[in-house]
C-alpha cells in the first residue's frame, strides 16, 4: 500500500527563496501554495510569478489572500510610493522592512493549515544574507512555532519549517540549481513590474549570489 504523502503549505512570495522552499518541499509533501496580496509595489508581477510558478510545480491547492490593510499601515518603501526604495546599504533596519509582515503571513498560514490539515508551513527566511528584517530571525521563528502550539486545536500538529535560515544566497542559489528550481519564473525586484531594476538592496542581493554561483541570472535587468 502506497502511503500518500503529508501537506505542507508554501509561503509563495515568487522569490527565489520562497521557490526553493518550494522545491525541497516537494520532494517530502504535497503542497500547498500561499500568496499574499498585500499592496506592495510590485504586486501585479508576484501574482503573474505565482501562476507560473503554481503551473510548474502543480500544488494540491493554491490560495490568494489579500492584505490591503498592511498597505493603509504604511511604515514601509515597498508600500508607500513616496518613500524611495533604497539602493546603498542602510543602517539599521532598511525602509523596505514592511511591520511585523511575517507575522501577519505566518497567522494566515496557521489558520488555513489548520483547515486543510496541513502539518508543515515553509517560509524562505533567511538570517546570513538579508536585508536585516528582524521577522526574519530565528528567535522570531521559534517564539511562533510556539505561539502555533499555544493557538491552535490541540489534535492539530503544525510546524512552521525554514529551510534556508542559515544558508548564503549563494549557497540557495546552488541548491535550487540542484533541485531545478526555476529562478527563470521568479521575481526579486523590489521596484519595478517588467524588468528588474538590478539597482534595489533586493535585486543587488540576487545579482551577486548568481555572480558568486558562477552562473547568469535568467532574469533581465535594466542595469547591472
Not at 500568496?35 to 501585479?44: K, L, M
Not at 508576484?46 to 490568494?64: H, M, Q
Not at 542559489?173 to 534595489?200: H, Q, R
Request: with cysteine; aromatic share 10%; glycine share 6%.
Amino acid at each position: 500500500m502506497v502511503m500518500s504523502k503529508p501537506l505542507a503549505i508554501v509561503l509563495l512570495s515568487s522569490g527565489m527563496d520562497s521557490a526553493v522552499c518550494a522545491s525541497l518541499a516537494s520532494k517530502h509533501y504535497n503542497l500547498a501554495f500561499l500568496h499574499i496580496q498585500y499592496g506592495q509595489r510590485t504586486a501585479q508581477k508576484e501574482l503573474e510569478c505565482f501562476y507560473k510558478l503554481s503551473e510548474f510545480f502543480k500544488p494540491t491547492k493554491i490560495f490568494i489572500a489579500e492584505a490591503p490593510f498592511l498597505k493603509r499601515i504604511g511604515g514601509s518603501s515597498l508600500l508607500v510610493e513616496t518613500l524611495p526604495i533604497p539602493e546603498e546599504e542602510e543602517e539599521g533596519i532598511p525602509s523596505t522592512y514592511v511591520p511585523f509582515r511575517n507575522g501577519i503571513f505566518l497567522s494566515i498560514a496557521t489558520a488555513w493549515a489548520e483547515v486543510i490539515g496541513a502539518e508543515k508551513i515553509f517560509i524562505g527566511v533567511n538570517q546570513i544574507d538579508f536585508s536585516g528584517y528582524p521577522d526574519c530571525r530565528e528567535e522570531f521563528i521559534k517564539a511562533f512555532n510556539q505561539a502555533i502550539l499555544q493557538g491552535i486545536k490541540p489534535e492539530t500538529n503544525i510546524q512552521i519549517e525554514v529551510p534556508l535560515l542559515y544558508l548564503s544566497k549563494r549557497e540557495i542559489v546552488e541548491l535550487g540549481l540542484k533541485l531545478d528550481t526555476p529562478f527563470e519564473l521568479t521575481w526579486s525586484c523590489y521596484k519595478n513590474n517588467e524588468i528588474a531594476c538590478g539597482k534595489c538592496s533586493s535585486c543587488r542581493l540576487r545579482l551577486k549570489a548568481f555572480r558568486e554561483a558562477g552562473v547568469k541570472d535568467p532574469l533581465p535587468y535594466i542595469e547591472v
